[in-house]
C-alpha cells in the first residue's frame, strides 16, 4: 500500500523557518518525481516546488525562489523543503506528491501530473 505522509508544519514568525518532511511507503523512492504543493483557505491548490527522480532537477515557483530548498533523502525514502524567510502570505496547507517516472526525465509543479498526493500539514507564518 503506497503512503505519503507529511509532517514538520506549525505556527512560525514572519522570518522564520521550518523543514517539511514527506515520508514515502509502499513504493520505489527513485522511481518517482516528487513535489511540494500548498494550498490556502479558499484559494486554489498551486505547485511550490518538485525535485526529479535523480535530484539533477528542481524547479521553484517565483514566489519562494531563493526561500525554499526542496531535497530527497534516498536512503530513508523522505522528501524535504526547507523552509527559510517565511512571509505570512506563505500561510497555506502544504501538501507532498508523487508521480511515477521510471527514472526518467525532470519534474513539473502541476497539479494534475501528480496522483499520490498526502494529507498535508500546516504551516502558518504570522505577521
Known amino acids: 500500500q503506497v503512503q505519503v505522509v507529511e509532517s514538520g508544519g506549525g505556527l512560525v514568525q514572519t522570518g522564520g523557518s521550518l523543514r517539511l518532511s514527506c515520508t514515502a511507503s509502499?513504493?520505489?523512492?527513485?522511481?518517482?518525481?516528487v513535489g511540494w504543493f500548498r494550498q490556502a483557505p479558499g484559494k486554489e491548490r498551486e505547485g511550490v516546488s518538485c525535485i526529479n527522480w535523480s535530484s539533477s532537477t528542481t524547479y521553484y515557483v517565483d514566489s519562494v525562489k531563493g526561500r525554499f530548498t526542496i531535497s530527497r533523502d534516498y536512503a530513508h525514502n523522505t522528501l524535504y523543503l526547507q523552509m527559510n524567510s517565511l512571509k505570512p502570505e506563505d500561510t497555506a496547507m502544504y501538501y507532498c506528491?508523487?508521480?511515477?517516472?521510471?527514472?526518467?526525465?525532470?519534474?513539473?509543479?502541476?497539479?494534475?501530473?501528480?496522483?499520490?498526493w498526502g494529507q498535508g500539514t500546516q504551516v502558518t507564518v504570522s505577521s
Open positions: 506528491a508523487g508521480r511515477k517516472v521510471y527514472r526518467s526525465g525532470g519534474c513539473g509543479i502541476g497539479v494534475n501530473e501528480y496522483n499520490i
Open positions: 509502499g513504493l520505489t523512492f527513485d522511481d518517482y518525481a
